[in-house]
């Protein structure tokens, strides 16, 4: 990945040209709206479903519209109040905010408020997030990866 340049040559069968109808604004959303239709068909994303969504971030944003608009209820995890804020205006059903690394503790209190999820989708790649979110979901359920680890 380059930072901070005008022009990036890539090899034309991973490119797509946009219609003259979309933008070159509305074509960068396109990516994270893929990644995020993505997971929710990797996770069997279903009407009716309790999602929980970990990370308020762009991915995890997005992630929050496509379930939501999958029929399903939506609670998502942040360490930011601004960005959960932001997920409450895009209809998350619940917000928690993330005060401490302890996976078990964090995922007993989601719980105790909204209940196990049906399917987790994780989307910041933390340790304790992960854990959060596999301890966050019913036996049986699905624990969906939505982010890119380096190293």
């Known amino acids: 990945m380059v930072p901070f340049v ?57 992630n929050l519209m496509v379930a939501r608009a999958g029929g399903a209820r939506v609670v998502i995890t942040d360490i930011s109040e601004a960005r959960l804020n932001k997920a409450k205006e895009l209809g998350a059903d619940g917000v928690f905010l993330v005060t401490s690394n302890d996976s078990r503790d964090n995922a007993d209190k989601i719980v105790e408020q909204f209940g196990y999820a049906d399917l987790t989708i994780e989307c910041t790649g933390v340790e304790s997030s992960i854990g959060t979110g596999l301890w966050a979901t019913k036996p049986g359920g699905i624990v969906c990866a939505s982010r890119v680890w380096e190293g």
Request: include cysteine; hydrophobic fraction near 45%.
């Open 6 to 62: 005008s022009t990036f040559a890539y090899k034309a069968a991973f490119c797509f040209r946009l219609p003259e109808n979309v933008s070159l604004e509305e074509g960068a959303l396109l990516e994270p709206l893929a990644v995020a239709v993505h997971a929710c068909k990797r996770g069997k994303l279903s009407f009716g479903q309790k999602v929980l969504v970990c990370g308020a971030g762009p991915i995890g944003l997005v």
